[in-house]
């Protein structure tokens, strides 16, 4: 469908030079969406892959065993979007306060994200809504150290943004001047919580993610909160109750056209285009995650049975292989935290799960010893590899 123009532009003058920043009109589009055939069937496929995804938890013996491990893959994904180069490995050394492969800061920064979700998700349980105030509540705990501190964590900007280039007027896009903040956000808000009208849940997703890259509230760190306002929307409307989704898995993949899209909405009112690939990426992002899940279940499975045939030193060799599902790299110290085990216990442990190839040790030194779960790992790093990544 061809539409108008989805907002307006405004000229601004700032630092000696002039340009023209887009304001958006308020959500939903104007003239509504055109649900074709096709398009809707994209969309019901979609909340079928949710829904079957969805249903994992009540197959899992432990939800919290994957969901740990798939929120941190989330992250990792999200911030690659960003060109921060921590891998998921990188995220599990920073977080046993081992150094990991690259700066660490670019690890700081993931983490941060994974605790921003949580955030966000802990403040929904208590019923909080999905508001403003939450998502300033996100970007504080996003930015609130290391190099996102310059960036006013928890506050709306107060400046212009600007999108490539190096100044407003060879930018590639403008967001609405500081100005113009309030009234869009207010509608924002508004279209959250269904009003003018209801729009249904993961339609609401998609257009909510376009509106808030668009309007770009923050000084920095839009986009993975862009992308974090889409597993608190899917939580808070019911679609998802654990965040299992990493649809940053499919942006990532299609990078160029995820950014080409949301500038054709921009531009040329083509949300069908957007819908249509959002709604795909759902698909694929969450069939992705369930085959992962039953992979990971099986794998644990099988290792299970071998770790049984260990004799005596199966019941200890099993509670540190329950962990590790948890936290798939751990030193020594955090494995006789999480079992409860002694340190000779959990040292005779590991040794037993690497001389069976379930494990195997990283640091290759006398104390403060690190093992990693290498084939959970591996199941989980598929899709994510960076660009002139090292081998594993």
Request: hydrophobic share 45%; glycine share 6%; proline share 6%.
């Amino acid at each position: 469908m061809k539409r108008p123009l989805q907002g307006r532009y405004l000229k601004v003058a700032a630092a000696g030079e002039s340009f023209r920043a887009f304001v958006p009109a308020p959500l939903p589009p104007l003239p509504a969406i055109e649900w074709t055939p096709e398009l809707r069937a994209r969309f019901d496929a979609g909340l079928v892959a949710l829904g079957r995804l969805d249903a994992v938890t009540d197959l899992l013996p432990d939800a919290a065993l994957i969901l740990y491990s798939f929120v941190r893959k989330e992250a990792v994904l999200s911030s690659m979007i960003e060109g921060t180069q921590s891998s998921l490995a990188d995220l599990l050394l920073f977080e046993v306060d081992e150094q990991p492969g690259v700066p660490v800061e670019d690890a700081r920064e993931v983490s941060r994200y994974v605790a921003a979700l949580e955030h966000g998700l802990k403040r929904l349980r208590e019923d909080f809504p999905l508001s403003l105030r939450l998502l300033r509540e996100v970007h504080a705990v996003l930015m609130g150290q290391g190099r996102g501190a310059h960036a006013t964590p928890g506050e709306f900007r107060r400046s212009q943004v600007w999108i490539g280039g190096t100044r407003p007027g060879n930018a590639v896009f403008v967001p609405p001047p500081a100005n113009e903040l309030d009234d869009c956000l207010k509608h924002f808000e508004r279209f959250l919580n269904d009003q003018p009208e209801s729009t249904p849940p993961l339609v609401k997703a998609a257009l909510a993610h376009v509106q808030f890259e668009t309007i770009h509230p923050f000084l920095d760190g839009n986009g993975r909160v862009g992308r974090l306002l889409i597993a608190l929307q899917l939580a808070a409307d019911g679609l998802l109750s654990q965040p299992l989704l990493y649809l940053s898995l499919h942006f990532k993949q299609h990078r160029p056209t995820y950014y080409e899209l949301l500038n054709r909405v921009r531009e040329s009112g083509d949300w069908e285009t957007w819908l249509e690939f959002f709604a795909d990426a759902v698909v694929a992002s969450a069939t992705e995650a369930l085959t992962s899940a039953k992979r990971l279940l099986e794998l644990v499975a099988e290792d299970a049975l071998r770790i049984e045939g260990l004799g005596r030193a199966a019941a200890s060799a099993l509670a540190v292989h329950r962990s590790l599902q948890r936290r798939p790299i751990a030193s020594g110290a955090s494995l006789m935290k999480a079992t409860k085990l002694s340190a000779a216990t959990v040292n005779k442990s590991l040794a037993k799960l690497e001389s069976i190839g379930v494990v195997s040790e990283l640091t290759r030194r006398q104390r403060g010893r690190v093992f990693s779960y290498a084939r959970y790992i591996a199941i989980l790093d598929e899709g994510m590899e960076l660009p002139g990544a090292r081998a594993a």
